[in-house]
């Protein structure tokens, strides 16, 4: 038996598991079976607490809900930070390392406050054609690589179609990308809608695309930080940057992590 805990951030949710002794080994078809919907606990995603390698608090493992591992997971690196509190002892804050750099955390009650790697690979105003109709596409790697696609209205866009579309789009490849939809609220503050590469689907919520959906807006607007985002599960996030002629340094994302439940699955 499997001994976890289910947590959400803003709605995307989570599988939580202590391997701080290394005697969890998962296969990649076992996640997947874990996250199902239907013959698992059902999750966006699988985190897993690891001794760290660099100095760091701990080590952070994410896997998408298909059992590939990703670099790094906004609302999932929440999740892990207050999982690593309960299973590890509270802390103030506390720093952990990840495939996409080092990632530090302060808690706020139910809140957490992380820090995140400097984006990289910021791309503006590129033309892509999809399905004979020309769209612009703004693109930036806030710990993994995001499109990001500025529309008036979020209710009518078809996230599941062109989503797909631009996730598996030859521009992007060989990797692919998630893709982000958003629209200004006001001037701080914005709503997106989410298409997650590894989950195939869009989500409640994606950290580092809404990261990247604030980052942007902020180019195209020159509106300062920090950025208030609406996600698809109802919840706001906030994003803190600083832009520097160099690029943008000091990103943090602010927002819920809240626990579901502790269970065990037979594996």
Same mark, same amino acid.
């Given at each position: 038996?499997?001994?976890?805990?289910?947590? #959400? *951030? !803003?709605?995307?949710?989570?599988?939580?598991?202590?391997?701080?002794? @290394? &005697?969890?080994?998962?296969?990649?078809? /076992?996640?997947?079976?874990?996250?199902?919907?239907?013959?698992?606990?059902?999750?966006?995603?699988?985190?897993?607490?690891?001794?760290?390698?660099?100095?760091?608090?701990?080590?952070?493992?994410?896997?998408?809900?298909?059992?590939?591992?990703?670099?790094?997971?906004? #609302? *999932? !690196?929440?999740?892990?930070?207050?999982?690593?509190?309960?299973?590890? @002892? &509270?802390?103030?804050?506390?720093?952990? /390392?990840?495939?996409?750099?080092?990632?530090?955390?302060?808690?706020?009650?139910?809140?957490?406050?992380?820090?995140?790697?400097?984006?990289?690979?910021?791309?503006?105003?590129?033309?892509?054609?999809?399905?004979?109709?020309?769209?612009?596409?703004?693109?930036?790697?806030? *710990?993994?690589?995001?499109?990001?696609?500025?529309?008036?209205?979020?209710?009518?866009?078809?996230?599941?179609?062109?989503?797909?579309?631009?996730?598996?789009?030859?521009?992007?490849?060989?990797?692919?990308?998630?893709?982000?939809?958003?629209?200004?609220?006001?001037?701080?503050?914005?709503?997106?809608?989410?298409?997650?590469?590894?989950?195939?689907?869009?989500?409640?919520?994606?950290?580092?695309?809404?990261?990247?959906?604030?980052?942007?807006?902020?180019?195209?607007?020159?509106?300062?930080?920090?950025?208030?985002?609406?996600?698809?599960?109802?919840?706001?996030?906030?994003?803190?940057?600083?832009?520097?002629?160099?690029?943008?340094?000091?990103?943090?994302?602010?927002?819920?992590?809240?626990?579901?439940?502790?269970?065990?699955?037979?594996?």
């Amino acid at each position: 038996m499997l001994n976890f805990t289910k947590m #959400n *951030g !803003a709605g995307n949710d989570f599988v939580m598991l202590d391997n701080r002794d @290394g &005697a969890i080994q998962l296969a990649g078809e /076992e996640i997947a079976r874990i996250c199902d919907r239907h013959r698992g606990v059902g999750a966006d995603g699988l985190l897993l607490v690891e001794p760290a390698q660099n100095g760091a608090d701990f080590r952070m493992r994410y896997y998408n809900s298909d059992g590939g591992e990703a670099d790094m997971c906004g #609302n *999932g !690196a929440r999740c892990f930070a207050r999982y690593a509190t309960k299973v590890a @002892g &509270a802390k103030d804050a506390i720093s952990f /390392e990840t495939p996409a750099g080092l990632i530090t955390a302060e808690f706020f009650g139910d809140l957490v406050k992380i820090g995140m790697s400097e984006p990289k690979g910021l791309v503006l105003n590129e033309k892509l054609e999809i399905e004979g109709t020309e769209i612009t596409v703004h693109s930036i790697n806030t *710990g993994v690589p995001h499109a990001v696609v500025l529309v008036d209205s979020l209710e009518n866009v078809p996230v599941q179609k062109l989503g797909s579309i631009l996730r598996y789009h030859p521009h992007f490849a060989p990797r692919g990308t998630n893709v982000n939809f958003f629209a200004p609220v006001d001037a701080t503050s914005i709503g997106i809608r989410t298409y997650e590469r590894g989950v195939e689907g869009e989500t409640l919520a994606c950290g580092t695309g809404v990261c990247a959906s604030a980052i942007i807006h902020h180019e195209l607007t020159g509106n300062g930080g920090p950025i208030r985002v609406k996600v698809q599960g109802g919840d706001w996030l906030e994003v803190g940057f600083e832009k520097t002629p160099g690029g943008y340094r000091k990103v943090t994302l602010k927002g819920p992590a809240d626990f579901v439940f502790d269970g065990e699955i037979a594996r």
